[in-house]
Structure formats: C-alpha cells, structure tokens
C-alpha cells in the first residue's frame, strides 16, 4: 500500500484474499441452489456491486443474464432515506429468476424499495446476494439476505467497489477509512 494511502487507511477490514475465498464459495452456493434449466438475472446495483458481480459471476458455474440499476438512497457517508432509481433494468424480468446483487446492505432500506419495485413485473424469485451486511444499522427487517458475505462492523468501509466521493473503488480490499478524512 502507498505511503500516502496508508495515512487515510485506519485499518484493512477484509483482505484481497478473504474477498475471493469468500466470493468464490458464494459463487458455489448459488450454483448448487438452481439448476441449468433456470433463467437467472444477476441485477448489480451500481456502482458499488460491479467489482464483486464480475468477480461472483465467473465463479457461477450456469448461464447468467447480467443487467443493471443504478439506485441511490445516500448523500455523501450518510443514507438520505430517500429512494431513487436512476437506471431501470433492460431486461424484462417476468418469470426470471432474479438474484440481487449488492456490495453493502446498511438500513435494508434502498433495498427493500428494490425488492418491491422489482415484484411488480413478475419475476419467478428474487433473491439477494450481498457482499457486506450491517446488521446492527437494519431498519428494515423484512429484508432477507440469501447470501452474504460478510457482516461488518458499523464503520464507514471503502474499497472494491465502494467508495468515498467515487474514489477508492478500484483497490482489491475493504478497509476502513479514517474519520478525519472524510468529515
């Protein structure tokens, strides 16, 4: 790690080598709970999701449809509580098996919305596939995540998708930011 990242860094949370362990087992998990036959929609909610849905989609061992939406809920670190899809999906969904994929699950709020949107067209399941969960920060208990990576402390986390003002995105792991840098 560079000299001058290390000072916005208070610490790793997870390694570049936990996150494909862990990817590469949940990429198994979802092979074995559906069958060739299945058509499934991996939906990646952007930004956040792309890094781990590319990585999660090489390690699904089926043929997959890979689409989009771009929902936003948050205004700088904090969650405005406030839902609004920016990108619709392209594909239709009706009959299809929906596996939601997200990089962080905080309040559950953003998306349960998702969730809601996304039954009105029919889908033949919905499940969700996260890579961090906060579940101490849940508001919304109707939430229910099929896969998870991992659950993570209520701290504001950076890396491999996430990001601080769309930056930090592109590095290999989760680290924990310090709080001088981004108040």
Known sequence: MRADLKEKVDRVLITEEEIKKRVKKLGA???????????????????????????????????????FMDVSSYDGTKSSGIVRIIKDLEENIAGRHILIVEDIIDTGLTLRHVVSFLETRNPASIKICTLLDKPERRKEKKVEVDYNGFEIPDEFVVGYGLDYQEKFRNLPYIFVLKEEFYE
């Open 29 to 67: 998990q979802i092979t074995a709970d559906y069958s060739l036959d299945d058509d499934i929609v991996m939906v990646g909610i952007l930004r956040g999701a792309v890094m781990f849905m590319s990585d999660l989609a090489r390690c699904v061992d089926l043929p997959v449809t890979l689409d």
